[in-house]
């Protein structure tokens, strides 16, 4: 994913703006109105006791008759050794790690640098045994501009656009929709498990979430910030719409499945994904197998492409180039807590991109309903091996206070064909090559809802992972405070 500068984007219109705070007010409204429709429930129920009316409910939720009200701010600031400037609409509001376009230094106001701002409803209503209906319905929004967090919009705002003037610009899972962060329901037991419909994040991005000693961190961490890892190979895949998603702790094992069906708009083909875990003795330990057809990666048109748009009858407001790819992931990850506190993280995947079996036209439409303008069906005509690894620790110094430290890898195989078969070097993206990163954090918890962080995280990248970059490392150093309620 990439991440976006606060600071407001001068060349965009009232209009657009004002849209914008449309679709943040009607997300907001609906949770608002869902909440206060529960609460005016519960305070027009009859009591159970004329004499004495019941205690109050301990702090610890916005919940009333099983529907809980929650959210996060996470907001900081931001200097930059090589990026570029900020996104109103990018979840992160900057490049936390070094890209293609990584230019000058930048300091920024930036959004969800530990954790996602969001704000969301859940609900869980008792049926018969141990079994309940559940909800869960999830905004991501930008605090720095009030905007509902969207990666593609930061990408089309840098249409036709050289390296070197965009600004901050990534794909992700979260392209504007209204509940980009969760959108399901079903069924769930103690016994047997979590059975639901919707939009889901997967299996695996549950796993790099846990996994993760920075629990997958925009601003500190390389498998949090990019979406490869947890997406199995592109980052819009670590969330999935129309999907059914199984998950149970059954003892000492855990489970989980989902499955994505084929055939709404946005949902370019099916995909699948399996898990299977156990724990104890202070340890826990997971593995996923990731399979997604027609996977779509993103990224901005090149001024020569948008010129040919009219004749297509696209717009450059909300199209975009794609690369598709049928992608496989193998991975294996877990924790160990020592004796004193420290917990140990490790993880690791395989990922294989292969050309689709199924191509996709010139128009399809991805997530968030923007528009493929221009496809490429055949990136990997030799198979492209990206394999991921980490690992880490966290620590307890004391009640209030953690610290954070991980290392992150991405090792590329060479896929490149004709001339450049076999390369390492930078004359191709299809080069073998690595990208490594090191991460510092520390988090003080001043109250049982507000903490604030500090942290710096370095990102190097070599030979065929460094094709068409600016510059090859970046040093990103992030102070931040986050309200959980």
Not at 265 to 272: E, I, K, L, Q, R
Not at 316 to 333: E, K
Not at 441 to 457: H, I
Request: hydrophobic share 35%; with cysteine; aromatic share 10%.
């Amino acid at each position: 994913m990439k991440h976006a500068n606060a600071s407001c984007n001068k060349n965009e219109s009232p209009g657009r703006r004002a849209r914008g705070l449309t679709r943040v007010g009607g997300a907001w409204g609906l949770m608002v109105s869902l909440a206060a429709a529960a609460a005016l429930a519960q305070a027009q129920a009859p009591s159970a006791s004329a004499a004495a009316p019941a205690p109050k409910p301990a702090d610890t939720s916005f919940t009333w008759n099983g529907i809980t009200l929650y959210g996060i701010v996470d907001i900081g600031l931001q200097y930059q050794t090589h990026g570029v400037p900020a996104s109103d609409y990018f979840p992160a509001g900057t490049e936390a790690i070094i890209l293609a376009n990584s230019n000058g230094s930048v300091t920024a106001v930036t959004p969800s640098n530990l954790s996602q701002s969001r704000i969301g409803l859940s609900g869980k209503e008792a049926l018969v045994g141990d079994w309940s209906g559940v909800f869960r319905l999830e905004t991501f929004f930008n605090p720095q501009s009030g905007n509902i967090s969207d990666a593609l919009k930061s990408q089309v705002l840098n249409n036709g656009r050289p390296a070197a003037t965009q600004t901050t610009n990534v794909d992700s899972s979260i392209a504007g929709q209204y509940f980009a962060g969760a959108a399901y329901a079903g069924f769930s037991s103690p016994s047997y498990g979590t059975l639901t419909f919707g939009r889901h994040v997967t299996p695996l991005a549950d796993g790099v979430g846990k996994y993760d000693p920075l629990g997958a961190a925009n601003a500190f961490s390389l498998i949090g910030f990019s979406g490869t890892t947890a997406g199995g190979g592109v980052t819009e895949d670590r969330r999935l719409d129309q999907s059914l998603k199984y998950s149970a702790k059954l003892g000492a094992v855990h489970l989980g499945a989902l499955y994505q069906f084929s055939g709404s708009s946005g949902t370019t083909n099916t995909a699948h994904q399996l898990q299977l875990g156990l724990e104890g003795g202070g340890g826990s330990i997971d593995l996923y197998y990731s399979k997604k057809y027609d996977a779509v990666a993103t990224a901005p048109l090149t001024a020569a492409q948008v010129a040919t748009l009219p004749a297509l009858g696209y717009s450059p407001s909300n199209s975009l180039r794609a690369t598709i790819s049928d992608n496989t992931s193998y991975s294996v990850m877990g924790s160990f807590g020592l004796s004193g506190g420290p917990i140990l993280f490790a993880g690791y995947e395989h990922i294989k991109f292969a050309n689709p079996n199924s191509p996709l036209p010139v128009g399809s439409l991805t997530i968030g309903g923007y528009v493929i303008a221009v496809r490429t069906n055949t990136a990997y005509d030799n198979n492209k091996i990206l394999t991921v690894f980490w690992g880490g620790v966290k620590y307890p110094a004391t009640p209030q206070l953690d610290l954070m430290a991980a290392f992150y890898g991405y090792h590329q195989d060479s896929f490149a064909t004709g001339a450049n078969t076999g390369c390492s070097g930078t004359q191709s993206s299809g080069c073998s090559g690595r990208e490594s990163s090191f991460s510092l954090v520390a988090d003080y918890k001043f109250a049982k809802r507000f903490d604030g962080y500090l942290g710096t995280f370095w990102t190097d990248v070599q030979d065929g992972l460094a094709f068409g970059f600016l510059n090859k490392s970046t040093l990103t150093t992030t102070a931040g405070i986050r309200f959980r309620f």
